[in-house]
């Protein structure tokens, strides 16, 4: 109807095309116009999240007084007592590592700091974690160091950065990557061509990302810490002075210091750089030392141990609570700057744990703690309000709940032997082949787990391993065991047979040690030759059981079978855990297990091994789902077939540090 009086009005339909064509005009003006609002809306976002990502820290710039801080000076060190952008300042720090918590759990780890009265994160850089493999760098999710100093920055808390190289931390090979090894010549922490090229290029990917995050630039890095104990190794004069080039000329502008053991601090430090202490108890000798070594500087304490690393067949170390927060209480009286390693120790997930040196290898334990709150820090709490006292302590954060879940039964069995097919490889070599010397993971070698070597035998007789095997061996004859080497036992008695037999040798790495001056001799698996009656062996077969997650998955197209009544071993073992609503925290204890390490959604939790101290392995909620999660166990020789989990946890028989 409409229509037709349109059009019987004669020359009003003229008008009426005409207001159409105007209505039309407007209407793509407006179209036009929301593609514009739209797409700035669009750009704007992305300058937003930009501007968090990368300058979220700028509120670091308004003290908290409201007036802006001109960030010109930063951290100065040319008095007896530091100053932070010309005002009095004392480093009330504490240590927590990013790679060794859930990325969920970061802030709550981090606000638990700042409620305690610290006013300064300290953390490593892991650089065999960052680069991986030599073309291989990553700095995503749990490794995301941008975003943990951006959060660092939000929550209130300056930032300490040690990047390294080398790093100690109780990490495998003290965090150096293992592929540097496949080098023979390699002299890690020195100026060997070898290892300079591998740090500048690791320092060319990492400082970068560090370089905006420094207090001139508006950012929460205050110093920055030059490599880590060097005067324990000084195999290389004219080391030093490369890392602190490399940390510079790469923009790294803010203090930076060294940090030693009091016997150390001379061959340890560098011109131009702060030193600093290493200790447990304060000793007058050591800060006299340190003040005539650097005279008119600030006294700092770059680690007080609050603790100590446990090792696998001793018992669990712990300070007394009374004793730690005496000590703190001392380096405070005496206007000295204080760091608390570790202020949250956290766990090593996977095989990432190192090893002890001295005075026999000992490999060290993955767990340490799940953020509880302790004796030592209300203790701590308490002292540091004191030295707040303008400030008033922000509330405690809520504990994470733990959840005692039902015991899981493993139900299914995959013997080792019937995974190899699985596994990388196999490789052919007429010699025993180091892990890091395999030709896998794109040229880069094994770093981590186990490997197995086959050969080919007629006879029996006395097998000798030379001290070879880095670091234990399970050996087999026909997939029947005999036998374990380790670094106390050398020889095995072979039975005679009949025929060609098989001879297997199950090697773990157990850890790389993380400290000492044996760093350039941590090459892993069958590192020389296997003698049968003087005889070397030769001809090998090896297979690299690595276990990174996409082979864990893999194992869920395996053959896999009904667990019978007297399994073989070694072997994976599968069951389930059931968790209704919200997954919580939880330990995983295995009694009547021997050895081995657990997987939990394709998750490496770490090893176990029933001669402790630690009994159970912390299981972060993250790491569970609602509903079904699966577990294997990998387990060298004997079972329960239970999984147990618990709500506390359980370290081992303690024992006080002396």
């Not at 007629?458 to 080497?485: E, H, M, P, Q």
Request: proline share 5%; with cysteine; aromatic share 12%.
């Amino acid at each position: 109807m409409s229509i037709a009086c349109s059009f019987a009005q004669g020359n009003t339909s003229q008008i009426s095309i005409t207001g159409l064509f105007r209505v039309s005009s407007m209407i793509v003006f407006r179209i036009r116009n929301a593609h514009k609002r739209k797409c700035a809306l669009f750009c704007l976002s992305i300058a937003v999240v930009i501007t968090y990502r990368y300058l979220g820290w700028q509120f670091f710039s308004t003290s908290r007084g409201g007036h802006r801080i001109s960030r010109k000076v930063g951290l100065s060190a040319n008095s007896s007592q530091f100053t932070l952008d010309g005002d009095p300042f004392r480093i009330l720090g504490g240590s927590i590592h990013y790679f060794r918590m859930p990325r969920v759990y970061w802030r709550d780890r981090l606000m638990k700091m700042k409620a305690c009265g610290i006013n300064t994160l300290t953390t490593y850089v892991p650089w065999s974690l960052h680069q991986p493999q030599r073309e291989v760098f990553n700095f995503r999710t749990q490794l995301d160091l941008e975003a943990y100093i951006n959060l660092a920055a939000e929550l209130g808390l300056w930032v300490i950065l040690r990047p390294g190289p080398y790093i100690s931390s109780e990490l495998d090979l003290g965090g150096l990557p293992s592929w540097l090894l496949q080098d023979d010549d390699m002299r890690v922490r020195t100026t060997y061509p070898g290892f300079t090229e591998a740090v500048n290029i690791f320092f060319d990917k990492l400082i970068p990302k560090v370089v905006p995050f420094q207090f001139k630039k508006g950012g929460p890095i205050i110093a920055v810490q030059v490599e880590n104990e060097y005067g324990s190794y000084a195999k290389d004069d004219t080391y030093m002075a490369f890392i602190k080039e490399a940390l510079q000329s790469r923009g790294i502008s803010e203090l930076l210091l060294t940090s030693d053991n009091h016997n150390n601090l001379k061959s340890g430090g560098v011109d131009g750089v702060l030193r600093s202490l290493k200790l447990q108890k304060v000793n007058q000798r050591d800060i006299r030392d340190l003040n005539i070594i650097q005279p008119k500087r600030p006294t700092m304490v770059m680690d007080y141990w609050t603790g100590w690393f446990d090792v696998w067949g001793d018992l669990h170390h712990v300070l007394p609570p009374e004793d730690m927060v005496s000590t703190v209480r001392e380096i405070l009286r005496r206007g000295m700057s204080v760091n608390l390693y570790m202020f949250h120790g956290g766990s090593s997930f996977g095989f990432i744990s190192g090893g002890l040196a001295e005075p026999s290898y000992k490999a060290l334990v993955p767990s340490y703690e799940a953020g509880e709150y302790t004796q030592k820090y209300h203790l701590l709490r308490d002292l540091f309000s004191q030295f707040n006292k303008d400030e008033e302590l922000a509330d405690l954060p809520a504990l994470q709940h733990k959840e005692a879940y039902e015991t899981a039964i493993m139900y299914q069995h995959l013997s080792l032997w019937d995974a190899l097919s699985f596994t990388e490889g196999p490789f052919k070599s007429v010699t025993p082949v180091n892990m890091e010397k395999l030709p896998m993971n794109n040229g880069n070698g094994q770093s981590q787990g186990y490997t197995l070597y086959e050969t080919t035998i007629t006879i029996g007789g006395l097998l000798t391993s030379g001290n070879n095997v880095k670091d234990r061996a399970l050996v087999f004859i026909n997939k029947i065991y005999i036998g374990l080497f380790k670094r106390q036992n050398l020889e095995l008695a072979v039975p005679d047979g009949e025929g060609q037999r098989t001879l297997s040798l199950l090697v773990e790495n157990c850890g790389r040690v993380h400290r000492g001056r044996d760093l350039d001799k941590q090459r892993k698996g069958l590192v020389g030759d296997i003698l049968l009656n003087n005889i070397p062996l030769r001809e090998f077969t090896i297979y690299s059981l690595e276990m990174k997650p996409r082979f864990i998955d893999n194992l869920y197209q395996a053959p896999w079978k009904t667990l019978p009544e007297n399994p073989s071993f070694p072997s994976f073992f599968m069951g389930q855990l059931f968790v209704y609503g919200y997954p919580s925290d939880t330990f995983v204890k295995l009694p009547g297990w021997e050895k081995g390490v657990v997987f939990i959604n394709g998750i490496n939790l770490g090893r176990y091994w029933s001669i402790g101290p630690q009994q159970t392995l912390y299981l972060p909620g993250p790491f569970l789902n609602r509903g079904i999660n699966q577990i294997i166990v990998f387990e060298e020789q004997e079972g329960d077939f239970k999984v147990n989990f618990e709500d506390t946890a359980d370290l081992g028989m303690a024992a006080d540090i002396q």
